[in-house]
């Protein structure tokens, strides 16, 4: 089996550490750590070890044709639905657009390297929480719904490893890469 991985863009510490205070005074959910705060582009549940360079390699070409941009999150929503919600987020308000262009290359590299990405289809968004999946979360949407984030410029993407720890299946994430975009 190979290792666990998922291309992501990660908000800057300030923009994390302001969706954090935002969440924080709310109870009732465990909400994500400011640290694993991120936008998935591509997830790679089984990355052979022999083409890590390659899928480095093969990625970095990928987002280095890409000119850094705007982006800002912004707008809640929950999968699969808001009524027997598996997963809270946030979405992306500016750069949503940019973000799909880069999954879409950041994917097609990957596959190209021979780590196949998840087939689901690529929705711009910042996973908040995990709640019960017998409860509501219209309640939670119309809070989280008043979030904005300041704009900020994304100028690379980070491939993390992320290995699942015991029972409560919560995930060590590693950055193994930083990949500029626009070089």
Known sequence: MGRRMFAAVVPPEDVREDLAAFLEPREGLSWTPPDRMHVTLAFLADVPERILEPLEERLARAVGAVEPFACSLAGAGAFPHPDRPAVLWLGVQQGADALERLARRVRDAA?????????????????????????????????????????????????????????????????????????
């Open 111 to 183: 596959s190209t390297a021979g780590a196949a990405p998840d087939g689901k289809r690529f929705t711009a968004h910042l996973t908040l929480a995990r709640p019960p999946r017998q409860r509501s979360a219209v309640r939670w949407l119309h809070v989280l719904d008043t979030y904005r984030s300041r704009t900020w410029e994304v100028d690379e993407v980070e491939l993390i490893d992320s290995q699942l720890l015991g029972h409560g299946r919560r995930a060590l994430h590693e950055t193994v890469a930083r990949l500029p975009l626009g070089a």
